[in-house]
């Protein structure tokens, strides 16, 4: 059926209508962004240039005049993705989230992160401090060698167990290394960092200083309100839970923890 709507000369009408719609669904797609208007008058403006261009100087055969607003165009397309990079990430990132990309690009599951999610989920229904750290490029020996080194295969179980009210370990750090707890019962510096917010205990000073010394990732559960947060680079990024917490671990972890599983 299509070869014969091009092969009856409707296919001048044809582009058209699949370009209209592709500018609608842009449009759309901006809607409400700080630079949906932008891009509408830009969109305006190409348009016009676009009819100048092909209905006017070339019928008229001024070259010149022709092959400079052919180019402007291209300028133009280059600007818009230039201003609009915000909203082109937003959008972007929205596609991502959408059922059809899950479903087609479904991440590996790591199970030592996956445990790490489930008794920080756990442990904060219960409302049990918790401080779990990653360990990346940079070592933690330091830290495991001055506390009890396990070296057990990392499980929900094992990390409720170790920060459950009233065992031993339960106010220090735990350092995972790949898929293994390298140790429990750790102490980590506190951050000195006077930007902090004042109501910031022990625990979650601990999570940012580690952080400030080394590329860890640390997982720290609030025994006062529950609340999940992740540190990295010396910053706290506060009520990370379930899937948000899976995501950002998996982005920031997933390749260490593979290649030392």
């Known amino acids: ?53 092909f209905l006017i100087v070339k019928r008229a055969g001024l070259e010149r005049i022709s092959w400079l607003f052919e180019h402007m165009v291209g300028l133009s397309v280059v600007a818009a993705l230039v201003v609009l990079q915000p909203e082109m990430r937003r959008g972007l990132v929205r596609i991502g989230r959408s059922p059809l990309a899950q479903m087609l690009l479904r991440r590996p599951k790591s199970r030592p992160i996956e ?9 904060s229904k219960r409302r049990v401090g918790a401080l779990i750290a990653i360990e990346r490029n940079d070592g933690l020996n330091q830290y495991v060698e001055n506390a009890v080194p396990l070296d057990a295969a990392v499980s929900k179980e094992l990390l409720c167990t170790i920060f459950h009210k009233g065992t031993p370990l339960h106010d220090g750090a ?18 000195e960092n006077p930007t902090l917010a004042k109501d910031l205990g022990t625990r979650h000073r601990a999570a940012i200083g580690i ?51």
Do not use: H
Not at 3 to 18: C, D, K, M, N, T
Not at 174 to 191: D, K
């Open 1 to 53: 059926m299509l070869r014969e709507l091009l092969a009856s000369g409707y296919q001048p009408l044809l582009e058209i209508a699949i370009i209209a719609i592709g500018i609608f669904f842009l449009l759309r797609w901006l809607m409400g962004a700080q630079g949906g208007s932008m891009l509408r008058g830009m969109l305006l403006l190409v348009g016009l240039i676009f009819v100048f261009v």
């Open 174 to 191: 735990v350092v995972i290394r790949g898929s293994r707890v390298a140790g429990a019962g750790c102490l980590f510096p506190l951050s």
């Open 211 to 261: 952080t400030e010394e080394c590329d860890a990732v640390t997982v720290v559960v609030s025994e006062e309100s529950g609340s999940i947060s992740v540190c990295v680079g010396g910053e706290i990024r506060q009520g990370i839970e379930g899937e948000k917490l899976r995501d950002l671990l998996t982005d920031l972890c997933l390749e260490t923890v593979e290649t030392r599983e």
């Open 115 to 123: 445990a790490i999610v489930e008794a920080a989920a756990a442990m």
